[in-house]
Every structure is written in C-alpha cells, then in structure tokens.
C-alpha cells in the first residue's frame, strides 16, 4: 500500500517528482538562457555560428528523448533510467562550468569542454524527459483519474515556474557577478549544475515510495517492426496478393489486428505532424536571434517572463468560454494553425523592430573590406585623405565625436594605403596596413617622447592605430582607473586601453590615480549599446575629459520586444498545450509514448530548420524574420487542408472493436480447456 497525501487520493511521491521537475527545467533553461552569448561573448564566435550551435544543441535535446524512451521500456525501466540520465546529466552541467573558467586553459580547451558538456546536457535532458511525467503518471492508481489529471497540470506548472525562475536568474549571476575578471559565466552555469544535483538528490530521495514498474517491451519498436514488415511483405506479394484495404494490413501474418488499428491511428496524427517544425522553428529562435537583438536595444525595463504563466489561464478560463459562447466550433487543430498564425504575426513584430534597431547598429564589416573611423585630439581641424576613397570629405574638428565608421574597400586579405593627413596646411603621409572585416581607428594626436610632456606645438604628427579604443591618456603619467567593476591601466603619452564591456549607469565620481596624486572624473551616462573613447587630457586644473561616442547608443526601447514576446506566447498557448492535449486524447493506450517521441521530433526538426537558413540563407536578420513567416504562414495553410480531412476517434473504439474477436477467442480457449478435461475425467472413472 502506498502513502498518500493527508486527506486526499494523491501518492506522496508525486512530491518528489514535482520538485524533481522543477529543479531540473531551472538547469536546462538556466543554463540555455546564456548560451547564445556565451558563444558570442566569451567563445568570440559570430552571430551565425552562435545561432547554428545554439539550434543543434536545442535539436540534439529533442532527438534524444527516443533513445531515453527505448532504455526505459526495454532494458532499465523508468525509475533507473531517470537515475543513470540523469548523473549524466550532472556530469554535462560540470563539464560545461569548468569550460567557462579561463584559467583552465585557451579558446580551444573551453570550445571542447563546452561542447562535450552541452552533448552530455543533451543526452541527459533528453533521455529523461518522456521518462519523468509519464513515471509520475504511473504513481496513481487507475480509478483515480481525476487526481492524475490535476497532477499533469501542476507538473507543466513546475516547468514553467523552474524555466521562469532560472532565466531571470542566471543572466543576473552571468552580468552582476564578476570573476576571472569578466562576466562570470562560470558561475551562472555552476548554479544550474547544482540545481540538477538537487534534482537528482531528492528524486533517489523519495526511491521507497515510487511504484516501479518492469519494462514491458519498447512499442516503438513494434510499431517501427510492423511497419517495415507491412512494406516488405508488400512489396513482395502485392503482385501475385490481391489488393488490401490499406497497405498495414500487409502485415497481418505477423502482428495482431488490433496492433495494425493502433498504429493506423498513430499514423494518421503523424501526417498531422509533417508542417509543425515550422512553428518550432519560430518559437526557439526567441533564446537565439530574439536575445541577439535584444543586446542591441536599450534594456531600461525587464520583459515580462511570466507570460506564459499568465496567458494559460486566461485562455483557459476567458478566451475559449468566449469562444464557446459564440457558438464557434473551435476545435483543437483550429487552435493549432491559430496558434501558427499568432507565431507568424509575433515574427512580423520582429522584424519592424529589427529594422528599427538597425538605424543605431554598425554593421560589421564584409569580405574585402574593414571599418575606419577617425579621432582628431589636435588643437586644430584636421584633414583626412585616403587613395581611391573619399570617405572624409570634410575636415575634422578638434575632439569632435568621430563620424560613423567608414568602409574602406580592399582587393585582398590585406591592404597598404598611405593616409594623407592635412594639418595647419602642412601634409603628413601615414603608411598604414588594412586587414579585411576588421574595423580599426586612426587617432591623430601630437608628436611625444617617453621621457618628456606633450608639445604645445606639434613638431610632428603620431598615428595609432587600434581597434575600439576605451580610455586615451594624453596625460604624462599613467593612470588607472575602475569603472563599473572593470579596471582600466593606461600607459603614459596617448597610451590605449582595449574596450571593455561597462554596466550601463551614471559614472560621476571615477577615481582616476596616477602615481602621484588622485583624480575624480565624470564621466556622465554610459548607455546600452554605445561605444565610448574617453580622451584623458592634462590642463592646469589637473585632467580634462573628452567623452567620444564612436558608436551611437541603442535608442530602441527593449519594450517594443514586449509585442512579439506577447504573440509568440499566444501561440504557444494555443499550438503547444493543444498539441499535447490533442496527441495524448488521439492515442491508444499503449501508444501515447510513440506519439509523444512523435510530437517531441518535431520540435528538433524545427531547429534543423533555422539550421539549414542560419548557415545557408546569408539574409539580412530583418528579412530572415520575414521568411520565416511567410514560411510559417504557408506551413498553416497546408497544415489546414490536411486538418479538414482529418476525423477525430476515440482510442476506446478499438476495444469495441476487437470485444467480439477477444470473446470468441476466450470461448474457443474454454472450449478447448473443456475438451481437454474429458480424457482425464473417464480415466478417474475407470
């Protein structure tokens, strides 16, 4: 007899599934929530490469789940399936953390630690997820129904409680918290890992309370077996055969009949299946391309993360009793393509954001070209000429914010241009070396020694040549100098400091000290998505400030984000929830796992798909998001014709089906059994 919650039909080991559930969808969307710039920011790969890995590891999750399915049921059962996935699971998590440390090694030992991790993470996510709620299912007695139906609510309740939490969370551990010198990824991956450790503590925890059921047999394997048997024999025998009703009962002379009804049904939801990867490949892009675009906007306010915890039961308890009301017959696949349209619509908000962000953005340079901008720290207008270029038409004025980035165009790799640079009339030629898709600035500045202070009239003109400078020091003395957490050292005479990553906020009071005294500085806002050149110059007051804006604040309102987060999860709502709610009502009995690995495959193919156009497209973002809702939007269309032909049924048809076949077989077993005992009854006769 099993324990049950005080009072009530449910067993107390769902409690331990629940905060099981809870735990491990707080690791795996802890840890997601910072891959896409993890791989940005601190693997240094582009936005594409970033986006392709992020997608095949989302697909990777979701292939898996077959493979956890078919350990379970054929060899390890349930129970220790989920207990072997998931130390792999945790082992994954590690792996992935020490890869975030930069003193384990270079780029090269944290890109194959971070990968092994991530396959680990995969196999262990995966492995377990047909495995946990299902297990839970199986922890009810079957007259309790009711209560098994209340614990699937709470249980999709505990994974977007644990996803919500945790993608508010870890961003915080990876921006607020500094390690190592830098954003502390570490940190925020080892937090989910030792959420996942609790996982797996508490599940082992409540082990002499489950009911554990034997593996049965894999069904999918089955089913795989009947199908490939239906087509062999097929192929074999329609020739000389005569024709059947349909091509499964090609295999009658080895599978039972009720087995071939079963998986007709199933297949008939899975032509169903073929369009919905589109949907997926929208709905995941929120974690890739949506978070790229959101690091280009102003962040003043946070996205409402609980949306989906909103919107489910305002659809529930609002938008369909509308609905009803109005006498629509809204059925589950009208839903479903609703939900298609609603993603479609939340990829059109998208892209007039990204168009708008775009106005702000420096686009990177391209293939034989790189990125030239100009500071002029003379006490007079400069002027800039480049051979077969003309990119500075008019003169530059004294610390004036340098213009946009300018494209110099290059045959080959590399270029040599000697820059003529026009200063009080007197021409200054500056041999220079270009590299292609690189972006470099040209800080023209007064002529100085090591051991003396700047000239107050040049006698010649220095030419430095960096990429995104941070702090200038014309100052005659170093300087160091904190800022948000990161610390600046600049050498003496117009020494550079490279670009580091600022907290956006007002900096008035910047301690600035040298070796011989300490200086304040204001530096005033530093905003999102700006790039600051700030110029340290000596005046009798002790250090004057120049605060350069070489690349422009992101003006875009993250808010406007707020649509399309709104739409997608509408849709998700309306498409995910019924799609689950609509594969386990069409289902026999025995073949609700087939169709949930089924639904779970077309979430991997969806991230197959924004594969294939990350890598193959070469689209500019804002018209990768319009393809990709006229490609959903076309999905839609098909997917309702395909809908309009579809007849829902009962899975409890098919015991009405066989009941006769099941009671003439059970009379000829007692026949049989009846015949059998007459020899015997004559022989105590005798």
């Not at 769902?14 to 601190?42: D, H, P, Q, W």
């Not at 009949?257 to 008939?268: A, G």
């Not at 696949?333 to 619509?345: D, N």
């Amino acid at each position: 007899m099993f324990q049950k919650l005080c009072g009530t039909n449910y067993p107390v080991s769902i409690a331990f599934i629940i905060v099981n559930e809870f735990c491990e969808r707080f690791s795996y969307y802890g840890m997601k929530a910072l891959l896409t710039l993890y791989f940005k920011n601190y693997l240094h790969w582009d936005k594409d490469l970033s986006t392709a890995i992020y997608h095949a590891f989302s697909s990777l999750c979701y292939f898996t789940p077959v493979l956890g399915a078919i350990i379970a049921d054929s060899w390890l059962g349930k129970f220790k399936t989920i207990i072997y996935l998931s130390i792999v699971y945790v082992i994954g998590h590690v792996i992935k953390s020490i890869g975030a440390i930069p003193s384990v090694g270079d780029n090269t030992v944290h890109i194959v630690l971070s990968m092994a991790g991530l396959v680990l993470i995969a196999l262990g996510t995966g492995g377990i997820k047909p495995c946990v709620s299902a297990f839970g299912g199986d922890q009810f007695e079957d007259k309790h129904t009711e209560e098994r139906r209340k614990f699937f609510s709470i249980f999709y309740m505990s994974i977007n409680a644990g996803s919500v939490l945790s993608t508010l969370i870890t961003p915080i551990l990876r921006g607020d918290v500094k390690c190592f010198g830098n954003d502390c990824y570490a940190l925020a991956f080892g937090v989910p890992a030792v959420l996942m450790m609790i996982s797996l503590v508490v599940f082992i925890a409540g082990s002499g309370l489950y009911k554990k059921s034997p593996p049965e047999g894999n069904i999918l394997l089955s089913v795989c077996g009947c199908i490939g048997f239906a087509v062999k024999n097929r192929w074999k025998r329609s020739k000389h055969d005569p024709k059947r009703d349909h091509w499964l009962n090609w295999a009658e002379e080895k599978y039972p009949k009720r087995l071939i009804e079963e998986i007709k049904m199933v297949l008939r939801v899975l032509v169903l299946y073929i369009p919905l990867p589109m949907f997926w490949a929208l709905f995941d892009q929120q974690g890739s391309r949506w978070t790229l675009q959101a690091t280009r906007m102003n962040l003043n306010i946070l996205l409402n993360a609980f949306l989906i915890l909103v919107f489910v039961p305002i659809f529930d308890m609002g938008v369909y009793p509308l609905i009803g009301l109005c006498k629509i017959n809204f059925t589950p696949l009208k839903k479903m393509a609703t939900g298609m349209i609603f993603a479609a619509l939340a990829f059109v908000a998208a892209t007039m954001v990204e168009i708008d962000v775009t106005k702000t953005v420096v686009p990177a340079p391209n293939s034989g070209e790189s990125l030239l901008q100009v500071f002029n720290l003379m006490e007079n207008e400069v002027k800039v000429q480049i051979p077969g270029n003309d990119l500075f038409p008019d003169a530059i004025s004294s610390y004036e914010d340098p213009s946009e980035y300018q494209r110099v165009q290059l045959r080959g790799t590399t270029k040599n241009l000697t820059v003529k640079v026009t200063y009080n009339e007197q021409v200054h030629d500056c041999a220079l070396t270009f590299h292609e898709e690189k972006s470099y600035s040209l800080i023209i500045h007064h002529g100085t020694t090591s051991l003396h202070p700047i000239e107050p009239v040049p006698q010649s003109l220095s030419f430095v040549f960096f990429f995104s400078a941070r702090f200038i020091n014309g100052h005659n003395e170093g300087l160091n100098i904190s800022v948000g957490g990161q610390e600046f050292e600049v050498a003496p005479a117009y020494g550079i400091t490279p670009n580091k990553s600022i907290a956006r906020g007002e900096y008035r009071e910047v301690k600035c000290i040298s070796s011989q005294m300490e200086y304040i500085i204001d530096l005033g806002l530093l905003d999102f998505g700006a790039s600051y050149s700030v110029i340290l110059k000596t005046n009798l007051q002790g250090i004057e400030v120049f605060k350069m804006e070489d690349v422009h604040a992101n003006n875009v309102s993250i808010a406007w984000q707020v649509p399309q987060y709104a739409l997608i999860t509408a849709g998700e709502v309306m498409f995910s929830i019924t799609g689950l709610e609509f594969s386990y009502s069409q289902a026999p009995a025995n073949m609700k796992s087939v169709l949930q690995a089924g639904w779970l495959m077309t979430v991997a193919f969806g991230n197959v798909i924004v594969l294939i156009v990350a890598e193959g497209a070469e689209l500019q973002q804002w018209a990768e998001f319009v393809l990709f809702a006229a490609l959903l939007v076309a999905v839609c269309i098909i997917f309702s014709i395909i809908a309009y032909f579809y007849t829902y049924v009962n899975p409890k048809q098919l015991d009405n089906m066989f009941q006769d076949d099941s009671k003439e077989d059970n009379l000829k077993k007692e026949t049989v059994q009846d015949l059998a005992l007459i020899p015997v009854f004559r022989n105590t006769m005798m």
